[in-house]
Nanobody, 121 residues
Framework: QVQLVESGGGLVQAGDSLRLSCAAS????????MAWFRQAPGKEREFVAVINWSGDSTLADSVRGRFTISRDNAKNTAYLQMNSLKPEDTAVYYC???????????????WGQGTQVTVSS
């Protein structure tokens, strides 16, 4: 099992930046892929970004150019740097870990508790 703990969420204004962190512990060697998903009120959870052990990454079209995913393997931590935030980025952001480099939520069986990001206009 892998335990994931997110941090860094908060209330910001449109145009501001935030950096989310996801600290992994446990059998982290079994889950080399780390990803971020988000769920806005009344909407389904959606893919945001994914990164592999080597640093290769993919981002959703809606955040590409504004968000960056990175990781520090020595710290077993993944980050989501969010710039130029918009009100539509408001959501609970979840960290996930898995074995496949994929945008499909069903492929991840390790999840954090989520961190709230609220962007005011």
């Amino acid at each position: 099992q892998v335990q994931l703990v997110e941090s860094g969420g908060g209330l910001v204004q449109a145009g501001d930046s935030l950096r989310l962190s996801c600290a992994a512990s446990g059998r982290t060697f079994s889950t080399p892929i780390m990803a971020w998903f988000r769920q806005a009120p009344g909407k389904e959870r959606e893919f945001v970004a994914v990164i592999n052990w080597s640093g290769d990454s993919t981002l959703a079209d809606s955040v590409r150019g504004r968000f960056t995913i990175s990781r520090d393997n020595a710290k077993n931590t993944a980050y989501l740097q969010m710039n130029s935030l918009k009100p539509e980025d408001t959501a609970v952001y979840y960290c996930a870990a898995g074995r496949l480099f994929t945008t499909k939520m069903s492929s991840y069986n390790n999840w954090g508790q989520g961190t709230q990001v609220t962007v005011s206009s």
